[in-house]
């Protein structure tokens, strides 16, 4: 089911983090992958984003998605531009993006990884990022202008660069240096901008015409505080519930949904949150149906 309340060409989908974590993986870790699709389905969300239950094989996951209703909204790919060039890059993406290609996805999430950062990054406290110096961040934005033009060619899929805490690219100002050199796509991440202390509508007024993909991920702002004033790692700062659906949290989606019916974007908004799914706030059926009912309230009353 898809609420007609969208504009069309827009879709609203759901990340599998509210079921099972990818990294903690005693998170969810005992939900089945078919609780998980059919609740996101039940609670009328037309798409999932890959998980690490999901099978990589198209002639499994696309029967199984299609028996639940759901598509495949595109999939988290773990990057190493910051150490290696494009063609290496696209030597690695091989398997991933024939998978998002032939499950009919537009866009790839590129998620910057690496040696450099690891998953042990994630248990590092906050103040222990990495970063990159001005050469380091040029030369980065240009293996990654060339790594797009090489993706979109050879599969048809857009880059979606995900900002995130704790990977190299974080704040609004190194954002906003990557995204000026490289001229990429963006992914919209209202939650890891928040948590990186800034507001997410400023990536909307500079780049707005570069995103090409949204994660719609709250933020509990006293959770939050603890996290950072205690300098706690990303990982605790999840288990803490510092990240929730859309509508629980004190972040406003009014302008996204402004963003969506004024300028003719054409793609996915998908409801994000890493939290643990045994807490009764994120009991993963009833948060979603929240965040589904809020974000699709932002476009209209219900039909």
């Not at 103040?127 to 990654?144: I, K, N």
């Not at 009014?254 to 998908?270: I, S």
Request: some cysteine; hydrophobic content about 45%; charged content about 25%.
């Amino acid at each position: 089911m898809q609420t007609s309340l969208l504009p069309p060409g827009v879709r609203l989908g759901i990340s599998p983090l509210s079921w099972t974590n990818e990294v903690l993986e005693d998170l969810g870790g005992a939900i089945p992958l078919d609780t998980c699709l059919a609740q996101a389905a039940g609670n009328g969300f037309a798409g999932v984003e890959l998980g690490r239950k999901f099978p990589r094989d198209p002639a499994v996951l696309g029967p199984l998605l299609a028996g639940h209703g759901l598509a495949l909204v595109s999939g988290w790919y773990s990057g190493l531009l910051a150490e290696r060039p494009a063609a290496e890059e696209m030597a690695a993406v091989t398997e991933h993006a024939s998978l998002l290609k032939a499950m009919g996805a537009s866009v790839l999430v590129y998620g910057p990884v690496g040696k450099m950062v690891s998953d042990r990054a994630m248990d590092l406290p906050l103040s222990r990022r990495l970063t990159l110096d001005a050469d380091a961040m040029a030369a980065y934005a240009d293996r990654l202008r060339e790594f797009e033009d090489r993706l979109f060619d050879a599969y048809g899929l857009k880059l979606a660069y995900h900002h995130h805490l704790m990977m190299v690219v974080e704040t609004f100002d190194e954002i906003s240096r990557l995204v000026e050199r490289a001229r990429c796509g963006l992914l919209l991440d209202t939650g890891h901008a928040a948590a990186a202390g800034f507001d997410y509508t400023r990536l909307i007024e500079r780049f707005g015409d570069r995103i090409t993909h949204i994660h719609l991920k709250d933020v509990r702002r006293e959770r939050l505080a603890a996290v950072r004033d205690e300098d706690r790692s990303f990982n605790e700062g999840v288990r803490a519930g510092m990240f929730t659906v859309p509508g629980d949290g004190d972040l406003d989606f009014a302008p996204v949904a402004r963003f969506v019916k004024t300028t003719g974007y054409q793609g996915w908004l998908v409801v994000e949150a890493e939290q643990d799914p045994a807490r009764a706030e994120a009991e993963p059926r009833a948060a979603t149906k929240r965040a589904f009912d809020h974000v699709t309230s932002l476009f209209g009353a219900p039909a």
